[in-house]
């Protein structure tokens, strides 16, 4: 009886270094075809994780391309060992990574496609499948013993193999029969598209890693296999580039990347080969690498190229339409001040007339006479109102309004104002106060007549909007700010709608309810004006028919 040296002697094996370089490795084919896959997974599984690591298929993705890096080194050692204990141990373990390999693709499918994780039955199921081959791992069931005396280096194999490789099949007609189901349930084409991409790139990948083993154990011929190794690089790229498409990284970055990575690698390779025939090979599989992956770059760059022209020619048309449409609010705001000033001046002269022929410079005017010519007084008075917005509002547009700022005292406008606004108050039987503490100074330095304006707008809307109850007015003092406050109860404000009421044109639904000749420019221009101030405008109302609080902030003349 020989002993184990005795043999590695008399079959002539070599002695590895670092596990995986030896003599006993022929041909350094072996070579490309475990560390080329093994790097290229790995980058690829690494960068796709290290951009979106909370993404669960992700996860998966790296998880599985570990474990197949794992089994692509053992591998490697098998072919470079000649001890055969280490055979024995890593061929073991490679049987049992193996059907876990398909698990987890199984399990990236779900995560890719169903965005969460496969159902926790499921989950069991693949785990109760896989149970065998990880508990008898270490019997001679898996590997039967190791045969010496022929010089062949390699493990003989128990029946659990077989076992794992029905498993196996069993996880790859699951993946494709989930693709096909998820497929015929959507009918949205992108999402199709994506499915069946993802499921033949999952498909395909399994049958290339099939090739390096399956077919190799049960023809014996662990030769073949190899070729289907060269495989895994091509579909782990797919693989990554549906995962990077669909989580919209930068394709164009990364297929350029892998893309120099992978020929990289592959000519760097071709420098070890002294064999012609494997260098034949090599080109042939470094050419359809670099089809694939110059295809998809190519698609990415030629849709970005597209994309591109695409937004120079919307940003072109964006720029025409907004010429055009800053000349046509030109226009506009030219025409309504063409318009308000052609209208004022008729308007002014009626009204003019109209009180004087109310003031009696006409004589003694017929009842009759006299209630017609009060209609046409009041007409032509909000008329004059109306017009006088519309032309506020065309100089705010063309920024042409002109502020002319002197030192005043709020307290002193704000009382004048509520003075002659009092009849207005009581003909309508609203009670009608003013509140100013005496002591404080209430100089700001501002547009007197703008003020004013604004402060008649706001106590007139108080006016119009209280049916009854009453009108307080308050003029108030921080340290930096003077502050009005007119407070009514009259129809209130819904909160939603507030922020509405400063916009041109704004108006509650019902305003023309109460108020029929109302704009909805009134706040607007005041918000301009007193904007124009540096102060602030806003409104307190704590809901419909329960009143509202309009306050004025203005910088204090300290
Ligand atoms: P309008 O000419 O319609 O009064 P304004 O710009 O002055 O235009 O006011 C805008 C809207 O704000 C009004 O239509 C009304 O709905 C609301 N509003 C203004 N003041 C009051 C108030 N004191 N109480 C309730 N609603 C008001």
């Known amino acids: 009886m020989r002993t184990v040296a005795e043999y590695i002697e008399l079959c002539e094996w070599d002695t590895s270094r670092l596990l995986v370089f030896s003599d006993n490795v022929f041909g350094n084919l072996i070579y490309y075809s475990h560390l080329l896959p093994l790097v290229v997974s790995l980058l690829l599984a690494f960068f796709i994780f290290s951009k979106n690591s909370k993404s669960l298929a992700t996860r998966w993705f790296l998880m599985t391309t570990i474990l197949l890096c794992v089994w692509l080194y053992f591998d490697l050692i098998l072919w470079a060992t000649e001890k055969p204990a280490f055979t024995m141990f890593f061929w073991s373990i490679i049987n049992m990574i ?79 029969g989930f693709g096909f189901r998820r497929f015929f349930q959507t009918h949205n084409k992108s999402e199709r598209n994506k499915i069946a991409l993802m499921t033949s790139g999952a498909v395909f990948f399994l049958f290339s890693f099939a090739m390096g083993n399956v077919v190799g154990s049960l023809l014996v011929n662990w030769e073949i296999g190899q070729y289907g190794l060269f495989g895994i690089p091509i579909f782990v790229a797919m693989l990554s580039y549906l995962v990077a498409r669909y989580h919209l990284f930068n394709i164009k970055l990364i297929s350029s990347q892998l893309l120099v990575v992978a020929i990289w690698l592959l000519t760097l390779a071709i420098l070890f080969i002294q064999d012609i025939d494997t260098v034949r090979n090599v080109v042939v599989i470094t050419l ?63 009204k003019g007339y109209t009180s004087m022929a109310l003031e009696g410079d006409f004589g003694e005017m017929p009842e009759k006479i006299k209630g017609v010519i009060e209609t046409l007084d009041k007409s032509a008075q909000s008329l004059i109102v109306i017009v006088n917005e519309f032309l506020d509002v065309s100089r705010i547009e063309q920024g042409r ?99 509405k009421l400063f916009s041109m044109f704004g108006r509650a639904k019902d305003a023309s309810k109460t108020n029929v000749t109302g704009t909805g420019l009134g706040l607007y221009v005041a918000k301009q004006m007193i904007e124009a101030h540096r102060g602030q405008i806003w409104i307190e109302s704590e809901g419909k028919g329960k009143g509202s609080t309009f306050h004025i902030e203005l910088p204090a003349k300290n």
């Open 98 to 176: 193996e059907p876990m390999i398909y698990a987890g693709i199984l399990f990236f499918m779900y995560a890719f496609i169903d965005n969460k994780d496969i159902l926790f039955k499921q989950k069991l199921l693949v785990f109760v499948l896989l149970s065998p081959t990880v508990i008898l791992t270490w019997t001679n069931l898996n590997l039967s013993y190791y045969d010496l005396t022929n010089c062949w280096r390699e493990a003989i194999e128990g029946p659990l193999p077989y076992y794992s490789y029905a498993v196996e099949g069993i996880f790859a007609a699951w993946i494709l």
């Open 401 to 499: 309004m002109k502020y002319e700022m002197s030192d005043f005292d709020v307290r002193k406008l704000v009382e004048e104002t509520v003075a002659e606004l009092r009849p207005n108050v009581e003909q309508k039987g609203l009670k009608f106060t003013f509140d100013a503490d005496v002591k404080h100074d209430y100089r700001v330095y501002a547009d007197q007549g703008k003020i004013k304006q604004v402060i008649g707008n706001i106590v007139d809307n108080a006016i119009k909007y209280t049916p009854s109850g009453s009108i307080d007015v308050k003029v108030s003092r921080t340290k930096s700010t003077v502050n009005i406050t007119v407070s009514d109860t009259g129809v209130g404000i819904e909160p939603d709608v507030i922020p």
């Open 288 to 350: 359809i690498l670099f089809t694939a992956l110059g295809y998809l770059l190519i698609k990415s760059v030629k849709r970005e190229v597209e994309q591109r022209e695409h937004i120079e020619k919307l940003a072109l048309d964006l720029e025409k339409a907004n010429a055009r449409l800053r000349e046509l609010d030109q226009m506009k705001s030219q025409f309504l001040s063409f318009a308000s000033h052609q209208i004022r001046s008729p308007l002014t002269a009626i």
